[in-house]
């Protein structure tokens, strides 16, 4: 691990414009994708501004009816919060998945956005990486590509993004709150986060520099069953090779977003309003133009016989 310098921010501004003062500075908190990151000296930071300081853990009722959640709220207790159990239970389900209880007990929810889309090249610093060196290569395209994106990809990369918590923030339609280094605020809806790959994987949220998560919003409920299915290849908590996250309503219809085989979560307006057709007909529409490796293949159809599982069972009550 490279030498650092540290500080304690004591103010969600303060922390920002700190950040975007300090070339090489990041924001830490539960860092527990940061410092595995950094002692390989794939990420390495010249400067850490440690934010654990400020009041941003709580989880609160807005006026419209949904929730805020503060940016350090931990996934333990996100996921243990009666209220999100009670209605928003996509979201319980999908914390409960994404990482063991320890794990859970230090990762944040501002932490969880943003750690880093990765497949096991970037962790090969012997293999040209764009996300780790701009323009050096993928070394995905043409190597071992079992676990990799279908959908979204680009010639540059075709990492999938490992959250679970964030697919079920882009099935609830929820809403990122920050603060910029010059105080000013802003709201970005979280499809709008993540972006895909093009041709600077590197850049993988809409941040700008300095730019500190403070909470994420829910909507008010929606009702309907809420389910989260997982595929992966071991029980232990490993990333998904793909997952569906989904809210089905009495009348049939609902939403449905996708893990595990995209850049970011994966939500397709077309496949939500498929919902009433039956699994097949969402299932066309959220793999629309799928570009899958010999490899990766599989993941089409194990996408469309988890959907159809996940969308029967919700429709049993």
């Not at 922390?15 to 500075?25: D, E, L, S, V």
């Not at 090249?121 to 994106?149: E, V, W």
């Not at 389910?227 to 992966?232: A, L, P, Q």
């Not at 490796?293 to 993941?299: H, I, P, T």
Request: aromatic share 4%; hydrophobic share 40%; with cysteine.
């Amino acid at each position: 691990m490279k030498a650092f310098t540290y500080q304690r921010a004591q103010s969600p501004a303060e922390a920002a414009a700190a950040a975007a003062r300090t070339p090489g500075a990041r924001f830490i908190a539960g860092g527990t994708n940061l410092l595995d990151l950094m002692k390989l000296e794939i990420e390495t930071p010249a400067h850490l501004i440690d934010v654990n300081g400020l009041a941003l853990d709580q989880i609160e009722a807005t006026p419209g009816g949904g929730l805020r959640i503060g940016a350090l709220v931990r996934n333990t207790d996100l996921a243990a919060d009666p209220r999100v159990r009670r209605d928003y239970a996509v979201l319980s389900r999908a914390l409960l998945a994404g990482a063991s209880a320890q794990l859970r007990n230090k990762a944040t929810t501002a932490g969880n956005l943003l750690q880093r889309t990765r497949c096991p090249y970037f962790y090969d610093t012997n293999q040209p990486c764009n996300k780790r060196d701009p323009g050096s290569g993928c070394s995905a395209i043409g190597g071992y590509s079992r676990n990799h994106a279908i959908l979204g990809a680009s010639e540059a990369c075709i990492a999938t993004h490992p959250s679970d918590m964030a697919v079920a923030m882009a099935l609830l339609d929820a809403t990122v709150e920050t603060v910029k280094p010059d105080g000013a605020t802003r709201t970005i809806p979280i499809a709008d986060f993540h972006r895909l790959p093009g041709n600077t994987p590197h850049i993988e949220h809409a941040l700008t520099q300095g730019e500190l998560i403070t909470a994420v919003t829910l909507p008010k409920p929606s009702g309907g069953v809420h389910i989260y299915r997982k595929v992966r290849d071991r029980a232990s908590y490993a990333f998904a090779l793909i997952s569906v996250a989904a809210i089905v309503q009495p009348d049939g219809g609902g939403r449905v977003a996708l893990g595990g085989v995209a850049h970011k979560p994966w939500r397709m307006p077309a496949a939500d309003a498929s919902m009433a057709q039956g699994a097949p007909a969402v299932a066309e529409r959220l793999l629309a133009g799928a570009r899958p490796s010999a490899e990766s293949a599989y993941k089409i159809t194990l996408v469309q016989r988890t959907l159809a599982a996940v969308l029967a069972d919700a429709r049993k009550g």
